[in-house]
């Protein structure tokens, strides 16, 4: 199925979580994507895939506000997001991994994902005004006198953070890594981690960039049943960049397909996989060999 052929419906935008339209970016003479167009509702497990260099990490990047996108829009929740920071965008309930893991090192499991819960309570201090910016000033100033005479209160905000980031931890299957340095995690609990610490900010929308990467098989299979989990438990919608087809094709009920930055298809994982387009950009004649043929 073509792209043309099911283009971005623009009933239901109300309940879109995230939904980008038009975008399309450049850099320099590179269009590295061009009018990429998606909506991302509750309980979505969709899949972004596509050759080296398609536009993948851009669309992440665009729709997180890493960079700001040439033409187009970016909602979050109805709310128009062009110009906004990433620390802003993941305040409206969105949060991403990183194709390159980007945990802090050298804190502990516990604290990467204590790090995330703490960071959820604050405000956006780039949209705020004199006096609000003054307020918070003002807060930080007597949270760092909770901090230093551990008052009570600070103490039980303590404790009610370690309880979440312990939960967290636990639905990672990493209880066991609590109080371990991330870098010393084996690489696919430190893929698992990064997927606490991003949920650590309650989000609404998941963006897993190759959430699969460096894993055995058996991790993977693993995680394809883990991230039908949180889609589930936590009420989100899911969008995954994955070049393990056999994992995007397996959990992701919509796929859209990127090559040099256009969008050559989009729609179920059956029809994605027999279209003649993707076929010739990206998964080649030998996937349709071992799967048996296609359309
Ligand atoms: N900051 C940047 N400056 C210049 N060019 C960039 C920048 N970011 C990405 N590009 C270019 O945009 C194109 C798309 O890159 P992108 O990383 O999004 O691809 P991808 O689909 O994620 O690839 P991969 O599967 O290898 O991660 C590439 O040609 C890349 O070199």
Same mark, same amino acid.
């Given at each position: 199925?073509?792209?043309?052929?099911?283009?971005? =419906?623009a009933?239901g935008t109300q309940d879109a979580l995230l939904q980008a339209s038009g975008v399309?970016?450049?850099?320099?003479?590179?269009?590295?994507?061009?009018?990429?167009n998606l909506t991302v509702r509750q309980?979505?497990?969709?899949?972004?895939?596509?050759?080296?260099? $398609?536009?993948?990490?851009?669309?992440?990047?665009v729709l997180t506000g890493v960079?700001q996108p040439?033409?187009g829009e970016v909602r979050v929740a109805g709310q128009r997001v062009n110009g906004w920071v990433p620390h802003q965008i993941n305040h409206l309930g969105l949060a991403r991994?990183?194709?390159?893991?980007?945990?802090?090192?050298?804190?502990?499991?516990?604290?990467?994902?204590?790090?995330?819960?703490?960071?959820q309570?604050g405000l956006h201090p780039v949209r705020l005004g004199? %006096?609000a910016?003054?307020?918070?000033?003002?807060?930080?100033?007597?949270?760092?006198?909770?901090?230093?005479?551990?008052?009570?209160?600070?103490?039980?905000?303590?404790?009610?953070?370690?309880?979440?980031?312990?939960?967290?931890?636990?639905?990672?299957?990493?209880?066991?890594?609590?109080?371990?340095?991330?870098?010393?995690?084996?690489?696919?609990?430190?893929?698992?981690?990064?997927?606490?610490?991003?949920?650590?900010t309650r989000p609404k929308v998941l963006l897993?960039?190759?959430?699969?990467?460096?894993?055995?098989?058996?991790?993977?299979?693993?995680? %394809?049943?883990?991230?039908?989990?949180?889609?589930?438990?936590?009420?989100l919608g899911?969008l995954?960049?994955?070049?393990?087809?056999?994992?995007?094709?397996?959990?992701?009920?919509?796929?859209?397909?990127?090559?040099?930055?256009?969008?050559?298809?989009?729609? $179920?994982?059956?029809?994605?996989?027999?279209?003649?387009?993707?076929?010739?950009?990206?998964?080649?004649? =030998?996937?349709?060999? =071992?799967?048996?043929?296609?359309?």
């Amino acid at each position: 199925m073509s792209a043309a052929v099911t283009p971005v =419906s623009a009933a239901g935008t109300q309940d879109a979580l995230l939904q980008a339209s038009g975008v399309s970016i450049r850099f320099g003479g590179l269009k590295a994507l061009t009018d990429f167009n998606l909506t991302v509702r509750q309980g979505d497990l969709l899949g972004l895939i596509g050759p080296n260099g $398609a536009g993948k990490s851009t669309a992440f990047n665009v729709l997180t506000g890493v960079y700001q996108p040439t033409e187009g829009e970016v909602r979050v929740a109805g709310q128009r997001v062009n110009g906004w920071v990433p620390h802003q965008i993941n305040h409206l309930g969105l949060a991403r991994t990183f194709q390159n893991i980007r945990l802090f090192r050298a804190l502990t499991a516990l604290d990467n994902v204590k790090v995330a819960c703490r960071a959820q309570g604050g405000l956006h201090p780039v949209r705020l005004g004199p %006096m609000a910016k003054a307020g918070t000033a003002l807060r930080n100033y007597r949270d760092w006198w909770r901090a230093l005479l551990l008052t009570p209160g600070f103490q039980a905000e303590e404790r009610e953070l370690t309880r979440q980031a312990e939960h967290l931890l636990e639905v990672m299957g990493l209880s066991h890594r609590r109080d371990e340095e991330a870098k010393n995690l084996p690489y696919g609990e430190q893929r698992r981690l990064e997927i606490a610490r991003a949920l650590g900010t309650r989000p609404k929308v998941l963006l897993l960039d190759e959430p699969a990467a460096g894993m055995n098989t058996r991790e993977k299979a693993d995680l %394809m049943v883990l991230i039908r989990r949180l889609r589930d438990e936590f009420s989100l919608g899911v969008l995954v960049i994955e070049h393990d087809m056999k994992l995007v094709m397996g959990i992701c009920e919509r796929i859209t397909v990127l090559d040099h930055g256009e969008t050559i298809a989009r729609g $179920a994982p059956a029809e994605v996989r027999s279209d003649r387009k993707v076929i010739e950009a990206y998964l080649g004649d =030998s996937y349709l060999e =071992s799967h048996g043929g296609a359309a």
